[in-house]
């Protein structure tokens, strides 16, 4: 089944603590992206990768690290964690070149920072 | 600088009537705008775009957006809506390039 996953599902943590949201696809696309969606902000783009070794940022990269060693995977760092980082989190993925492919997004990881 | 905007918050609506959900984007380039759907607890999925071409674009599950760049608009329309349309409604834009930009979405509560 062609999909986009991500783990953990839920986390919660405490300020400062390193963690990682992993994110892969099985559909060989070359564009994915990480969105974080809070109440009355929609969706904001964090960051966004091309292609492997691709990455550029999005409206708020703040605090974010990425990184695309492999083409299926796509994974979120966050260094130091922050209350204001808690938030639900997407990962998505497009087989398009340019920006007018479909996304196709992961169930989503509620992150919860202390 | 490229932005979308949902005039709509919240829309309640009675089922079987019509709905129009409204997006407004602002862009000095050409754009492609989208709809997504997210329901309780799960991701988006996309429920039509507009690329080019016709601008009455036809989606999924009777849903149906019609481009008009004169006004700038992108407006979402289902002509009979279910309890199962009960969702969260996303417009989108992208001029093209890797960068998305999302509405602050609409409530769409179907009533009994």
């Known amino acids: 089944e062609a999909q986009v996953t991500q783990n953990p599902r839920y986390l919660i943590t405490v300020t400062g603590k390193k963690l990682t949201v992993t994110c892969s696809q099985n559909?060989?696309?070359?564009?994915m992206s990480w969105y974080r969606q809070d109440p009355g902000l929609g969706l904001r783009q964090i960051y966004y990768?091309?292609?492997?070794?691709?990455?550029d940022k999005g409206d708020v990269p703040e605090g974010y690290k990425v990184s695309r060693k492999e083409k299926r995977n796509f994974p979120l760092i966050l260094e130091s964690p922050s209350p204001n980082q808690t938030s639900l989190y997407f990962c998505?993925?497009?087989?398009?070149?340019?920006?007018?492919?479909?996304?196709?997004f992961g169930p989503g990881t509620r992150l919860l920072v202390l | 600088a490229q932005s979308v905007t949902q005039l709509d918050s919240q829309v309640p609506v009675f089922e079987e009537a019509p709905v129009e959900l409204r997006c407004n984007y602002s862009?000095?380039?050409?754009?492609?705008l989208f709809w997504y759907v997210q329901y309780p607890n799960q991701g988006l999925q996309l429920l039509l775009k507009y690329l080019s071409g016709s601008t009455l674009v036809k989606g999924i599950n009777g849903f149906e957006a019609e481009f008009n760049k004169s006004q700038t608009s992108f407006h979402l329309r289902k002509p009979s809506v279910h309890i199962s349309d009960t969702a969260e409604y996303f417009c989108?834009?992208?001029?093209?390039?890797?960068?998305?930009?999302f509405g602050t979405g609409t409530r769409l509560k179907v009533l009994a």
């Open positions: 989108a834009a992208t001029s093209g390039t890797y960068k998305y930009i």
């Open positions: 559909m060989n696309h070359e564009y």
């Open positions: 862009s000095s380039v050409s754009v492609y």
């Open positions: 998505a993925s497009s087989s398009r070149r340019t920006g007018s492919g479909t996304q196709y």
């Open positions: 990768s091309m292609n492997v070794e691709v990455t």
